[in-house]
């Protein structure tokens, strides 16, 4: 069974461009976590999703993050204008109901510069 | 404010010599408690799950325990593979999890 995909693998990019990271949890679980690490702050969560539904959003850092799962196989994050301060590895988190343990994805490290 | 930290922040080990990983925590409301490990360049696998004070869980050479304030990550007789940072995560009554900052483990053979 294939586990959480996340792409790019690996972003570059400038300042004030749009970054848009993509990830697609394990088949039949309903419930997809975004996430960010850091040295400084490490794990944070961003966002979680619930059948699709957004249900806690309180953990995104600015309007410049935003995140949409327009189906159960698919969600993205978006940062627009992307700064260097976003420059982490974000990873993207799956799991059931009624099972607590998320299963993790091999993340996307960003650099922003 | 809730909160959990993870001692030492890393440790060094010969190979075989057994040791121990503390998390510790203060949570309004805690339903369990993970244990995940991370290799370098990966995202966090799951280990464990612990639900009440005084259950154990085990996996070839790690044991994992739960008291009422913290738990221990027992790695006995390591072998270099098990040289990962190890993180501890409370899940909490609002059904989120709040991740202490790691044990980076290394072991020589």
């Known amino acids: 069974d294939a586990g959480v995909i996340q792409s790019p693998r690996h972003e570059v990019t400038e300042m004030g461009q749009e970054v848009t990271l993509r990830c697609k949890p394990i088949s039949g679980h309903d419930y997809l976590f975004w996430y960010r690490q850091t040295m400084m702050r490490g794990l944070e969560l961003l966002i979680y999703?619930?059948?699709?539904?957004?249900?806690?959003d309180s953990g995104m850092p600015e309007d410049r993050f935003s995140a949409k799962m327009p189906n159960a196989s698919f969600s993205t994050l978006k940062i627009q204008p992307s700064e260097p301060r976003d420059s982490a590895v974000y990873f993207c988190?799956?799991?059931?109901?009624?099972?607590?343990?998320?299963?993790f994805g091999p993340g996307t490290r960003l650099t922003v510069t | 404010e809730d909160q959990v930290t993870q001692s030492p922040e890393a440790l060094r080990l010969q190979e075989g010599e057994s040791s121990s990983l503390n998390c510790s925590y203060t949570v309004s409301g805690l339903r369990g408690l993970f244990w995940y490990r991370q290799d370098p360049g990966k995202g966090p696998e799951f280990l464990f799950t612990l639900y009440s004070a005084g259950e154990e869980k085990e996996k070839e050479r790690l044991k994992a325990t739960l008291t009422k304030k913290e738990s221990f990550l027992h790695i006995t007789a390591p072998k270099p593979e098990d040289s990962a940072t190890y993180l501890c995560a409370v899940f909490r009554n609002d059904y989120k999890l709040s991740f202490g900052a790691g044990t980076t483990v290394t072991v020589r053979a």
């Open positions: 988190a799956s799991r059931r109901t009624g099972n607590y343990e998320q299963y």
């Open positions: 999703f619930n059948n699709n539904v957004p249900i806690d």
